[in-house]
C-alpha cells in the first residue's frame, strides 16, 4: 500500500534552516507528481511546493518562494524540502503528498498524504 | 485563486443530509477536489474533479458543482463522518485551500 513517512521536523530558531524528507513506498515514485503543504495549528492547510515527477519543474507559494527548495531523489524514492530562513509563522505540520497524475504534468489533486511532522519556529 | 468555503461550522444528528459549499473567485472547470480530516491525522480524499467519488470512498458522500460553484453532500450522516472538511481549486498555481468546515455529529 502506499506510504509516506515525513521525518526532520523539530524546533529551530527563527533565521536557521531545517530540511524535511518524505519517505515513498507502495508505487513508482519516480512516475508521480509529490507536494507539500502544511497546516498550522487550528488552521486550514496551505500548499507549500510541487515537483513534477521527474523532477524537471517546480513551483512555489508564494509565502516561502526564495527560502524553501523541493527536491527529490527518483532512486531514493524520497522528496525533500529545504526550507531556510525560518520564519515564526513556518510553523505548522509539514505533509508530504502524492499528486494523482502519472507521468504528467497536468496539475492534480492529492490522492495520498503523509502523517506530517510537525516543525516549531521558536526562539 | 480564492476559495469561500461555508458554514465554518455546523452540527448534525445522524440521519441528516448536511450539504457544504466552496465558492470560487474565479472559473475552475471542475478542477475542485474535498478531503475529510479527523484530528492528529492526516486528510482523507473523497471527492476530485468536482463530482468524482475517490476510491474506498462511501457513495454517501457526493460532489456538485461546475465553473465557481461547487457542493459537498453527506446523505444519512454517521457519527464517523464527524470531522473537519475541506475543499481543493487545482486549476491553478498556487493551489489554494477552503477555510475548512467542522461537521459535529450529535
Known amino acids: 500500500q502506499v506510504q509516506l513517512v515525513e521525518s526532520g521536523g523539530g524546533v529551530v530558531q527563527p533565521g536557521r534552516s531545517l530540511r524535511l524528507a518524505c519517505a515513498a513506498s507502495g508505487f513508482i515514485f519516480s512516475n508521480y507528481g509529490m507536494h507539500w503543504v502544511r497546516q498550522a495549528p487550528g488552521k486550514g492547510p496551505e500548499w507549500v511546493a510541487i515537483?513534477?515527477?521527474?523532477?524537471?519543474?517546480?513551483y512555489y507559494a508564494d509565502s516561502v518562494k526564495d527560502r524553501f527548495t523541493i527536491s527529490r531523489d527518483n532512486s531514493n524514492n524520497t522528496l525533500y524540502l529545504q526550507m531556510t530562513n525560518l520564519r515564526a509563522d513556518d510553523t505548522a505540520v509539514y505533509y508530504c503528498?502524492?499528486?494523482?497524475?502519472?507521468?504528467?504534468?497536468?496539475?492534480?489533486?492529492?490522492?495520498?498524504w503523509g502523517q506530517g511532522t510537525l516543525v516549531t519556529v521558536s526562539s | 485563486t480564492t476559495l469561500t468555503q461555508s458554514p465554518a461550522f455546523m452540527s448534525a444528528t445522524p440521519g441528516d443530509k448536511v450539504t457544504i459549499s466552496c465558492k470560487a473567485s474565479q472559473n475552475i472547470d471542475d478542477d475542485m477536489d474535498w478531503y475529510q480530516q479527523k484530528p492528529g491525522e492526516a486528510p482523507i480524499f473523497i471527492i476530485q474533479e468536482g463530482t468524482t467519488l475517490a476510491p474506498g470512498i462511501s457513495p454517501r458522500f457526493s460532489g456538485s458543482g461546475y465553473g465557481t460553484d461547487f457542493t459537498l453532500t453527506i446523505r444519512n450522516t454517521e457519527s464517523e463522518d464527524a470531522a473537519y472538511y475541506f475543499c481543493l481549486q487545482h486549476d491553478n498555481f498556487p493551489f489554494t485551500f477552503g477555510q475548512g468546515t467542522k461537521l459535529e455529529i450529535k
Open positions: 515537483i513534477w515527477y521527474d523532477g524537471r519543474n517546480k
Open positions: 503528498a502524492r499528486g494523482v497524475a502519472v507521468n504528467s504534468y497536468q496539475p492534480s489533486p492529492f490522492d495520498f
